[in-house]
């Protein structure tokens, strides 16, 4: 083979390494874009449930922008500039245990007419009582749930009109209208039942909501015990991870609305034998004190 086809060779050589090179880098490439932006592809949205808690999120999100809040209300409390409520050991001088060697079991976002009234047999079973976080338009879709909930011994607390992660963001005034109308429909079904707890969407706590919920006579309530059933992640995780997280003072956050809660239910028949052989599981005080 003459000088002249050994190169011509050796540049087709190095044409094809190129190519594979190329073509190794795009694939790469592609691979580290998003499927929901290539082109043609297919978005799948994950189901939503209606609401559920999420875990809460640092100082630092809780705060409000300044402005305008997103309800177009003007936001008149800084949170960055106002002192923690008095009283609290958690954010903002909201309620994150007991105070005492008392446990807490503490149901958010209902009530449901599926979920709630089983969660209400079993508390009956085991003769525990517990706290109620209700939802206003829940509360006002099923007072009669609400009552059932107050005939057993069951503590309620006032849980936002609609679940608004967002509510403490918003304009005081706005804030006292949703727990004023929340208030409202749970005693349009029980005129007479004390209403001493307020707990905020989310966890997301900010001193406005704080102050608000405290000028209407609530306490704010968080929590210290989390198995995140809002992820539904089964009767028996749900279960294991009350049982290994809960010291006295815990209070505990569970759902019995906001989505599928059969695994909550079931966790309860799990977890109460053991609960209730260490401590003294009780429902909160009517009067917000601890």
């Known amino acids: ?13 190095v044409v094809l390494v190129l190519a594979a090179l190329l073509g190794s880098a795009y694939a790469l490439g592609r691979s580290m874009v998003p499927d929901e932006a290539r082109p043609g592809a297919t ?4 189901a939503r449930t209606e609401y559920a808690d999420q875990p809460a999120p640092s ?7 300044a402005g305008r809040s997103p309800d177009g209300e003007v936001a008149t409390q800084d949170a960055e500039r106002q ?17 005492s060697r008392r446990v807490a079991l503490t149901f958010d976002d209902g009530p449901h007419p599926d979920y709630t009234p089983q969660v ?13 976080c209700v ?61 001493a707890w307020y707990r905020q969407p989310g966890g997301a706590w900010t001193y ?9 006579g609530m306490t704010p309530l968080h929590w210290n015990v989390d198995p995140s059933d809002w992820q539904a992640p089964g009767a028996l995780r749900i279960a294991t991870m009350i049982t290994r997280s809960t010291t006295a003072g815990s209070v505990v956050l569970l759902h019995d609305a906001g989505g599928d809660r059969q ?28």
């Open 263 to 290: 695994g909550t239910v079931d966790a309860l028949r799990h977890m109460l034998p053991e609960l209730t052989s260490r401590f003294e599981l009780e429902a909160l005080p009517v009067d917000g004190t601890t």
């Open 59 to 65: 100082p630092s999100d809780a705060r409000p922008t």
């Open 1 to 13: 083979m003459g000088p002249r086809a050994s190169g011509r060779s050796a540049a087709a050589v």
């Open 208 to 216: 406005p909501v704080v102050s608000v919920a405290e000028g209407l």
């Open 43 to 46: 978005t799948h949205t994950a």
């Open 120 to 132: 209400l047999g079993v508390l009956r079973e085991f003769n525990v009582r517990a706290t109620f």
């Open 83 to 99: 002192p923690a409520a008095e009283g609290g050991d958690g954010l903002f001088g909201s309620r994150v245990t007991t105070g």
């Open 135 to 195: 939802v206003g338009e829940n509360a006002q879709s099923h007072p009669e749930l609400i009552r059932a909930i107050v005939a057993d011994g069951h503590t309620l607390c006032n849980h936002s009109w609609r679940h608004d992660v967002q509510l403490g963001r918003r304009s005081p005034d706005v804030i006292r209208a949703d727990l004023l109308r929340t208030n409202a429909a749970i005693r349009a079904a029980v005129p007479d039942a004390p209403i």
